[in-house]
Structures are given as structure tokens and as C-alpha cells.
């Protein structure tokens, strides 16, 4: 069954204590604009009060994961001054999916990047493909991490390692993600298999001790998250102000390699 949704872009089907959430822009490899965005903000509160799902797996249609932000957002000058309004926006995903009383699992396929790959550390559970690509790369456009990247990424590999990877800006493989411990498992064979496989065996334990040690790390670290998101809001909004983000953008549209100044 479907639920009602309240964009295309995004898709909620639920099969018992299961509920499989789609991101549904597979032209544009699930970039994340606006609209998506809220609307897979709205499912996922709206799945934080069905007492019968248990379990949420976050994934994209097509061929990717998420191609991160939408890069013709950043594009439009007129949306500048509702810029931070956007940023709210992507706090609130943020909290919410690392927050929710279910167990969640990302099943990666494709590109995970940027605010996407932000989304997928905010689960439980990473499954990737062997052929994924994974990278916070949000230093190559003259930006840095939001969606609660920093935060993310420090829980997982720790503050100094996660520096590091965030400066570089590199493009992972699924093995390289796996050896950092940025994802927990790479699937054998169809993807599709490994997360049936890994949501079966969740359902033989009980996952409702399973959810309150979660939610127990999720309210510790709550003050912790949420001044992460306020911190990126601040510096974001300056980011794009700089001649390097706009550098950034115009590398990218041109298709060729950035020329950083430091402004």
C-alpha cells in the first residue's frame, strides 16, 4: 500500500512491520530539492506515529541513492533570502530521521553525496552496493556539510578523521566507506536481497528494546545534533556568499576542475 504523500518525489510503501521510503527524482539521481525534501520530511513524521511500522528503509529510485542537493537550487539568485528557511528545512529532515522511534536502514545504490550521503549516516544501518560511490564532497563547490554531515560524520569515524575526509572531498568506494566505517555492509549479490536479509533478522529480535537503546543515544545526543545543524545554517548561508562557492558552481556547470582563491 501507499500512503498519502504529498509530493511525487517521494514514495512511502508499507508491507507489515516494514516501510520502504523512496525518493522518486530518478532523472536527476534524486537530487534534493525544496519540495522533496519536505516531503520526505512530512512521511517520515507521519511513519513516527504508525505503531505498526517498525522498521523504515530509506532509498532511491533509478540508479542512484542521492546525487546530494540540488545543484539548479543553488542556482537561483532569487531564493537567496529564503536560503535559510531551506536550511530549516534540512535541520528538521535531519532530526527526524536520526531521531525516529524505528529501526532505519539506508540500501545504497549509486551515488551517495552530499546532503545525501548526510541522510543516509542519519540511519542505523548503511548497505551499499559494491559498485556505490560514496563522498561528503561538499568542499568541491566551495561549501561545507549540512543535513548534520559534521555530527554524522564525527560519530563515525571520529572528529579527526572526520576533518579530513570533509576537506578532501573524496569520492569513496563502497569497500573505502566500509573500511572507515562510514557504512555497515556491502551487499552480495541484489541489493534488495541483503536488505530483506538484514531486515528479517532484525525481526527475530525484539526491536522494541532494540528502539529504546536507540532512542536513549538519540535524546543524549539531541543538544548535540541540533546546535551541529544551527552551526552549518550559520556557516552555510555564508558559504554561498563567497566567490569560491560561486566558482564552485560554475567548475561544475563547466565541467572542469575549480580555481579556489580563499574568498
Not at 579530513?164 to 549479490?189: C, F, M, R, Y
Request: some cysteine.
Amino acid at each position: 500500500m501507499y500512503m498519502e504523500c504529498r509530493t511525487d518525489s517521494v514514495k512511502v510503501s508499507i508491507e507489515g512491520k516494514v516501510a520502504t521510503v523512496e525518493l522518486n527524482r530518478p532523472k536527476s539521481l534524486n537530487a534534493l530539492d525544496v519540495e522533496t525534501i519536505r516531503g520526505l520530511a512530512w512521511n517520515l513524521k507521519e511513519l513516527c506515529n504508525d505503531d505498526e511500522v517498525e522498521i523504515v528503509i530509506l532509498t532511491g529510485a533509478g540508479r542512484a541513492f542521492s546525487a546530494g542537493g540540488d545543484i539548479k537550487t543553488m542556482l537561483l539568485e532569487t531564493n537567496e533570502n529564503d536560503f535559510p528557511v531551506v536550511m530549516d528545512c534540512v535541520n528538521e529532515l535531519a532530526t527526524t530521521l536520526y531521531s525516529m522511534p524505528k529501526m532505519t536502514i539506508s540500501a545504497v545504490k549509486g551515488a551517495a553525496v552530499g546532503l545525501g550521503f548526510s541522510l543516509a549516516l542519519a540511519t542505523d544501518y548503511i548497505i551499499a552496493e559494491q559498485d556505490s560511490k560514496l563522498a561528503m564532497n561538499f568542499i568541491n563547490i566551495g561549501l561545507i556539510p549540512d543535513g548534520g554531515g559534521h555530527f554524522f560524520m564525527r560519530q563515525r569515524v571520529g572528529e579527526t578523521k572526520a576533518k579530513h575526509l570533509i576537506w578532501e572531498g573524496k569520492t569513496l568506494s563502497a569497500n573505502e566507506a566500509l573500511e572507515l566505517g562510514l557504512i555497515d555492509e556491502i551487499a552480495t549479490g541484489e541489493l534488495s536481497e541483503s536488505v530483506k536479509k538484514k531486515v528479517n533478522d532484525w525481526k527475530d529480535k525484539p526491536l522494541q528494546a532494540m528502539i529504546k537503546t536507540k532512542k536513549i543515544y538519540a535524546e543524549e545526543n539531541r543538544v548535540s545534533l541540533l546546535k551541529f545543524l544551527e552551526l552549518e545554517k550559520i556557516a552555510q548561508t555564508k558559504m554561498r556568499q563567497t566567490d569560491d562557492h560561486k566558482e564552485g558552481i560554475q567548475a561544475f556547470i563547466e565541467k572542469r576542475p575549480p580555481k579556489f582563491i580563499g574568498k
